[in-house]
């Protein structure tokens, strides 16, 4: 379940790469999009507006239980988890305000990760993250192919109103490249082992099966129910 983990050296020169590589693929491809598919945004910004949301947090800020996913935009299991954990940790557990949930990069599969992370970052600072990271998820990007190219990225973004001049701007800028490189040492730091990792009110799981991250903020529930 879980990708190998790059050397933090190894990061550091995805992440100059990455730059370099935002330059050389400006002929990507831009991403048509007809009515029904904008009928479909609307409809997922319209989702997440029945909760609250400070970037990449959702939720309500003081529930007693806090879920964390470290995690990359092109590692599969992480494109998995965002449908069969994440959607189910909203409905049934955020939206009746028991736990928050947020989403913590860590770009370890090569320079697309980074730049989506990156993007990630910038549709927060503008306040359209949880839209946004429906729609890199829906394309299921791998291997560094170009879906998740600088072009890509941006006509992503516009999909979601957002402007696409000020969303390239941010994604170009030092603070993108700052906030993803700390997220990553910070995940370093904690000796994380890959993508995606969990961690339930400030303990990292070990998973074998999705279901054992429900286990866990059952229980995290339950010891804040019993005290004092």
Avoid at 203 to 228: G, H, I, N, Y
Wanted: hydrophobic share 40%; with cysteine.
């Amino acid at each position: 379940m879980r990708n190998g983990l790059a050397a933090n050296r190894r990061l550091r020169r995805t992440i100059v790469a990455a730059l370099v590589l935002a330059a050389l693929l400006a002929g990507g491809q831009w991403f048509w999009t007809g009515p029904e598919a904008a009928a479909d945004r609307t409809q997922a910004a319209s989702y997440y507006d029945q909760f609250p949301v400070q970037g990449t947090t959702i939720g309500n800020p003081d529930a007693p239980v806090s879920v964390e996913e470290y995690f990359d935009f092109q590692c599969p299991h992480c494109q998995t988890a965002s449908e069969q954990v994440v959607k189910r940790l909203l409905d049934e557990y955020v939206a009746e305000g028991s736990v928050s949930f947020t989403y913590r990069f860590f770009p370890i599969l090569g320079p697309e990760s980074v730049m989506a992370a990156r993007a990630g970052y910038c549709a927060a600072d503008m306040g359209a993250f949880w839209p946004y990271q429906d729609v890199l998820f829906e394309k299921k990007g791998t291997g560094n192919r170009g879906t998740y190219s600088r072009d890509n990225l941006i006509a992503y973004a516009r999909q979601v109103g957002l402007d696409s001049s000020e969303f390239g701007a941010c994604l170009d800028g030092d603070a993108s490249l700052q906030h993803v490189q700390q997220a990553y040492d910070r995940a370093i730091r904690m000796g994380l082992q890959g993508t995606p990792t969990f961690v339930v009110n400030g303990r990292v799981l070990t998973l074998t099966a999705w279901e054992d991250v429900f286990r866990a903020v059952d229980r995290a529930l339950e010891a804040a129910s019993k005290a004092p």
